[in-house]
């Protein structure tokens, strides 16, 4: 029975996990449309995934190269531009390598120096470069002013599992196993005055003890019939 109940927990658990998902990646340059005006806005779940990808040059000769830098800021930094308390996540100082950033939307990271993000609440990405090697590190205006920021808002209903509500008639058994209580007899008058006329009362005449097989029958019929609902509720999911 303990077998069953192992391999019964583990399908649920599997039932109610969710797989995060790999969103659409975003181009840090300051060419991308998203990143413009007031910067672009996403709303994500625990567990997804998004790649930061630096801006390729593939010719050398016809192309000037991009230069930016990712920061995570606090939501002053970003309505401000200021990245001067900022943490930076990507340099992206080789523009004719592939380069990116993987964010893991974790609530908890392995990590110390990993990203971790609460449900409900933003978090703030600018670059205040200025696409020139020479303002890599500019950490105030830049790009930011022209839209290169992100918002990122992680969804408060996150890996939420909602109850499955269990109409089997097994659900409505109640079981009462506790023992009946024995009356006791009433002791006899030290007189010699008899019993009191509680003893003689057909309310108060002896019960036999419950019996202990019975009982453990119940308990075992409910297990079974609990068991035997879930694995219905898992194979209609």
Same mark, same amino acid.
Request: proline share 8%.
């Given at each position: 029975?303990y077998?069953a109940v192992?391999?019964l927990?583990l399908a649920?658990?599997a039932a109610?996990s969710r797989?995060g998902?790999? #969103?659409?990646?975003i181009y840090?340059?300051?060419?991308?449309p998203? #990143?413009?005006g007031?910067g672009y806005?996403?709303?994500?779940e625990?567990?997804?995934k998004?790649?930061i990808v630096?801006?390729r040059?593939?010719?050398r000769s016809?192309q000037?190269p991009?230069?930016?830098? #990712?920061y995570q800021v606090?939501?002053e %930094?970003?309505?401000?531009?200021?990245a001067s308390? %900022?943490?930076?996540?990507?340099?992206c100082d080789?523009?004719?390598q592939?380069?990116?950033f993987?964010m893991l939307?974790?609530?908890?990271s392995? &990590?110390p120096f990993?990203?971790?993000?609460?449900?409900g609440r933003?978090?703030y990405?600018? &670059?205040?470069s200025?696409?020139?090697?020479g303002?890599?590190?500019?950490k105030?205006?830049?790009?930011?002013?022209?839209?290169?920021r992100l918002?990122?808002?992680?969804?408060q209903?996150?890996?939420?599992i909602?109850?499955v509500?269990?109409?089997?008639?097994s659900?409505?058994?109640v079981?009462?196993?506790?023992p009946?209580?024995?009356?006791?007899?009433d002791?006899p008058?030290?007189?010699?005055?008899g019993s009191?006329?509680?003893?003689? &009362?057909?309310n108060?005449?002896?019960l036999?003890?419950?019996?202990?097989s019975?009982g453990t029958? #119940?308990r075992?019929?409910?297990?079974?019939?609990?068991i035997f609902? &879930?694995?219905?509720?898992?194979l209609c999911l």
């Open positions: 029975m077998g192992l391999v927990m649920v658990g109610g797989l998902a790999m #969103l659409e990646p840090w340059n300051s060419s991308n998203l #990143l413009s007031w806005s996403i709303t994500v625990l567990d997804d998004v790649d630096c801006p040059a593939f010719n016809r000037d991009q230069y930016n830098t #990712l606090q939501e %930094g970003y309505v401000h531009c200021d308390q %900022g943490k930076m996540l990507l340099r080789k523009p004719f592939d380069n990116r993987t939307f974790q609530e908890f392995p &990590s990993g990203l971790e993000f609460k449900p933003d978090y990405y600018i &670059s205040t200025t696409s020139e090697l303002g890599l590190d500019n105030v205006g830049g790009n930011c002013r022209n839209g290169m918002k990122i808002t992680v969804n209903q996150t890996n939420i909602p109850p509500e269990n109409t089997s008639e659900s409505h058994y079981v009462d196993l506790t009946n209580s024995i009356p006791r007899e002791t008058d030290p007189g010699g005055g009191s006329t509680q003893a003689n &009362s057909p108060n005449e002896l036999p003890p419950p019996d202990a019975a029958r #119940l075992l019929h409910v297990t079974a019939a609990a609902t &879930s694995v219905q509720l898992i």
